[in-house]
C-alpha cells in the first residue's frame, strides 16, 4: 500500500487542488515539507497546470515560513519521481521536497570519473539539434494549448 495514498490528517499542514503540503515524516533537516498530490501519478506530466501552479505556491510559503520559524534561509526543491529505479522508497508517487539546508554537508554527491570533458558533452547535445527540436515540437503539441 503507498503511504502517499494513505496520509494522516495529523500531518498535513494544508491541501489545494488535490495537493497537500505535509511534514516529512523521515526528514533529513528539521522542518523538511513535501508537496504530494492525492491522486497517484507518477509523473509531473500528469498534473494539471493548477496542480503546478498550487505546488509553486506550497513551495514559496514553505521557503518563507522555514526562514521564520527555525532561520534557514535557503531551500533545495526536489521533484522525485521514478519510484525504485531513481532508489526512493516510496513507489512510483510523485512528490516534492522542501528541504532546508544551512551547511553543504547536508547534500553530498558522489561524482563519478567523467568520460567527458563538459564542452565534449555540449558538443554531444548540440550534434543533436535536429532531434531537440523534434522532442520540443512534441512537447508543445502534446501539452501546450494553442
Known amino acids: 500500500k503507498c503511504v502517499f495514498c494513505d496520509l494522516k490528517e495529523k500531518y498535513i499542514l494544508l491541501e489545494e487542488n488535490e495537493i497537500v503540503l505535509t511534514v516529512n515524516l523521515y526528514p533529513y533537516i528539521d522542518g523538511q515539507l513535501m508537496a504530494i498530490p492525492r491522486q497517484h501519478v ?6 494539471t497546470p493548477q496542480q503546478w501552479t498550487t505546488i509553486r505556491k506550497f513551495g514559496y510559503l514553505a521557503k518563507k515560513m522555514l526562514k521564520k520559524i527555525y532561520g534557514w534561509k535557503g531551500m533545495w526543491t526536489l521533484i522525485r519521481e521514478g519510484g525504485e529505479q531513481a532508489q526512493m522508497t516510496v513507489s512510483d508517487h510523485l512528490h516534492v521536497q522542501f528541504i532546508p539546508f544551512d551547511e553543504p554537508d547536508l547534500c553530498q554527491w558522489n561524482f563519478r570519473q567523467l568520460k567527458n570533458t563538459p564542452l565534449e558533452n555540449a558538443e554531444k547535445f548540440q ?15 502534446k501539452y501546450q494549448k494553442s
Open 127 to 141: 550534434e543533436q539539434k535536429e532531434l531537440m527540436t523534434e522532442t520540443l515540437k512534441k512537447f508543445e503539441q
Open 42 to 47: 507518477r509523473s509531473p506530466k500528469e498534473l
